[in-house]
């Protein structure tokens, strides 16, 4: 990027599950819970900035700094609508990468020192290319419905900001919590980029083969939950419907494995 925003060397921290912020990207917030109100609170009357950082799969909740990825992204409170009971809807835009180096304080609410984390690669021809790639497969993803809004499309497509380019699209096609927190950490851009080309092939695999497959087909699920069933109940129960037997010869295969 051409310009970085000056951070403050100390935010507040706001651990969310499934929840993992891109630079560039806007979050909608609903803030309920009354740690978070009185960071809310200690945000609006400091910077407006506060970050939101992924709580690990393995931790249903956290409890201490432990429990959340470091890697996360600090973020703008743009637009903020406090109501009667106390709660806030807020629209929070990601700013920058940043790095938990330690903490001032781990209640009610994480205040973090911070490291701003920069990338790695300097724009080169090959970030150039990967970044020509990565539009090329977003217009085939428009094709199917999958769009970024229009003047964020327009801006894409004229290639100004391949960092913009890179954390939009994983922002907005990458779907599972995990591999967006990697994105987010990967340092260089062309590794990010490279992600994406990967990513983006293989969501137009997937989707291609779902148009292929008949409806009877993909509701092959119900037929694999009812086999579990049945093989609880009756294991020498014949199944007449070939597509449950094999997934009924599946279940016994893997139950011999275990």
Request: hydrophobic share 40%; proline share 6%.
């Amino acid at each position: 990027m051409s310009s970085r925003v000056i951070l403050p060397k100390q935010l507040p921290v706001m651990p969310l599950p499934g929840a993992v912020l891109f630079p560039h990207a806007l979050l909608p917030l609903y803030i309920f819970e009354p740690r978070y109100r009185q960071m809310l609170q200690h945000a609006l009357e400091q910077h407006r900035i506060f970050c939101v950082t992924l709580i690990k799969p393995s931790c249903p909740e956290w409890h201490a700094p432990e429990d959340f990825f470091h890697v996360a992204t600090a973020g703008l409170i743009r637009a903020c609508v406090g109501r009667d009971d106390g709660t806030s809807n807020l629209i929070l835009q990601g700013l920058q990468r940043v790095r938990f180096a330690g903490f001032e304080q781990e209640a009610p609410f994480p205040i973090a020192r911070i490291d701003i984390v920069e990338s790695r690669d300097a724009t080169t021809v090959e970030t150039e290319a990967l970044g020509a790639k990565v539009l090329e497969l977003y217009s085939s993803l428009k094709q199917d419905g999958r769009r970024l809004t229009g003047k964020v499309g327009r801006y894409l497509a004229e290639l100004r900001d391949l960092e913009m380019l890179a954390d939009l699209m994983a922002s907005t096609f990458v779907n599972d919590p995990l591999r967006r927190q990697r994105v987010l950490e990967e340092r260089s851009l062309n590794q990010r980029l490279r992600f994406l080309i990967r990513y983006t092939r293989f969501q137009r695999v997937k989707a291609a083969q779902q148009r292929r497959i008949p409806k009877r087909d993909r509701d092959c699920t119900c037929s694999f939950v009812a086999c579990v069933l049945e093989c609880a109940s009756a294991p020498a129960l014949w199944i007449r419907d070939q597509r449950a037997r094999f997934h009924y010869a599946a279940i016994l295969s893997y139950s011999s494995i275990r």
